[in-house]
């Protein structure tokens, strides 16, 4: 988990959380707020959020190790659709079948913005 609370705060960080899962989850302190990704002559160097380098700290740290990786936000959230009750069961699946290849490095997901359902929200 890179844990970007410090470059915003010092009152909390995600060690509480992650200290639930001893040997299974590693805690990265990620310090870093913007990062440069334009180059150097460009009008505009622009900042962009430091995501982007710590996805690439993350698959040059871990990438020769694992199999899977996924990376996201803690407000965002992998819903499997259809038969699937997991993520875990979509990819075997999906690498059984063919719809993905074993060695796959990376896998783009559809992202749409949630909308809320009515028919289930009770008035307030």
């Known amino acids: 988990v890179y844990d970007n609370t410090e470059a915003y705060t010092n009152l909390t960080s995600?060690?509480?959380?992650?200290?639930?899962?001893?040997?299974?989850?590693?805690?990265?302190?990620?310090?870093h707020r913007v990062c440069n990704?334009?180059?150097?002559?460009?009008?505009?160097a622009g900042e962009r959020s430091s995501q982007y380098a710590a996805?690439?700290?993350?698959?040059?740290?871990?990438?020769?190790?694992?199999?899977?990786?996924?990376?996201?936000d803690t407000d965002e959230y992998l819903v499997p659709q259809g038969d699937f009750t997991s993520i875990k069961e979509w990819l075997q699946d999906s690498v059984k079948t063919g719809r993905i290849e074993p060695r796959t490095n990376i896998l783009n997901f559809h992202q749409v913005r949630a909308r809320l359902n009515k028919e289930f929200l009770e008035p307030y």
């Open 14 to 31: 995600l060690q509480s959380v992650t200290d639930l899962f001893p040997g299974r989850v590693e805690r990265i302190p990620w310090k």
């Open 37 to 44: 990704n334009n180059r150097e002559t460009h009008p505009n």
């Open 55 to 72: 996805e690439a700290s993350c698959r040059l740290r871990y990438g020769p190790t694992t199999e899977w990786m996924i990376s996201f």
